[in-house]
């Protein structure tokens, strides 16, 4: 038996459980299924196209069963990969969940429950240890993509929030499936980032990092065009919420030179990264235009933006323009003779030396403050 923390539940009469689940739990006790009437092929839609994906679908296809007796609908690919890639922006940004809400499963087994006390709506929640014995009415596709990525969660903590109920009748089980995706509410992506930071809350920071983050993507002389996947979505392969929280960080406090010349720097910021950015492509040539390098990961993306204040105290040094282009390259030209591309090869000196966004951000400075070398 596997004892979680749980809180026992009721609604009209009917018992059920607030439970915290391990990724280990899930990947063991949850069992995928989809509706099947005896048709070939596996249990996804959604064709496979040659593009990057971090899903061993071979092994993910393995693990869904189909029976006629099965309610959820057949595994949408797309979904799949777009939650995979989220998970791993939330791993690496650590600044949001990955899976904040509850997934709804259903057990066929009844399960026991131990209160903390006489009466008490606390205690801890006994479950079967045997494979497959929860199935996921709604969720199904988060728990996938968790099942996927579990590989990559190493010896960290990680737990989901789940309801569970015990022996429902198939028929309720069915109504319940029916009742929550029946209808689906679909916001549009530009009107979801125009909220972000603006109506829904005022951030100012938010909001100018979302404005940059859009003109990185969406500039055509941008060296990012079309590379950042907004909102989890689309064909780039940048994750938008790693360089969001970094930007936001930066107009939040005092780097650029104070509260003042901060708020002025907002205006002109857009143009500053587009042009900051530009160069870095410039000096890192081959390792850009590369595919074997790994420049354009979170991690030296993120180291990028930590030392764009440094830069632009450089800038404001020379008394150049802060969006100046040249100037801009004349301030990081030391990067391509101290650092070079050699050092963004993924499967050299980036693995070798454990690139963190720290260890690499300290390497940029260096480079900045000494352009010829220590003595």
Known sequence: MISVAAIRMQQFGVQFYQASLTASDIDKLVRFEVLNYGESGPPVRGGRKRVQTKVNW???????????????????????????????????ARDLPSIPGAVIISCDEKLSF???????????????????????IDGQHRLLALHASIEHF???????????????????IVQMF???????????????VSLSGRQLYRDESLAAAHDVVRALNDRDDSALHAQIKLLGVGKGRVGQAPLAQELKKLFSGNDFGGPKKAAEFREDGKKF???????????????WGGRKYSIKSATALRAFLRVAPDVVRHLDQLHADRTDFRAIGRVIAPWGRRIGD?????????????????????????????PEGAA
């Open 58 to 92: 071979d092994l993910l296809e393995r693990r869904i069963a189909s029976s006629e007796k099965a309610y959820q609908r057949q595994i949408i690919r797309r979904k799949i990969d777009e939650l995979v890639q989220y998970y791993d922006q939330c791993r690496q």
């Open 114 to 136: 131990e209160a903390v006390e006489a009466g008490a709506s606390v205690g801890r929640l006994k479950v079967p240890e045997r494979e497959g014995i929860l199935r996921a």
């Open 154 to 172: 190493g010896a960290e903590p990680f737990t989901v929030p789940a309801i569970i109920f015990d022996r429902v009748p198939e028929d309720h």
């Open 178 to 192: 029916v009742t929550i995706n029946a209808k689906h509410t679909r916001l549009n992506a530009s009107h979801l």
């Open 273 to 287: 990264f587009v042009n900051y950015f530009k160069q870095i492509s410039v000096v890192f040539g081959a390792a």
């Open 342 to 370: 050699q050092r963004f090869e993924t499967e050299g000196t980036w693995k070798r030396s454990g690139t963190t966004v720290e260890s690499l951000t300290r390497e940029l400075k260096l480079a900045l403050e000494y």
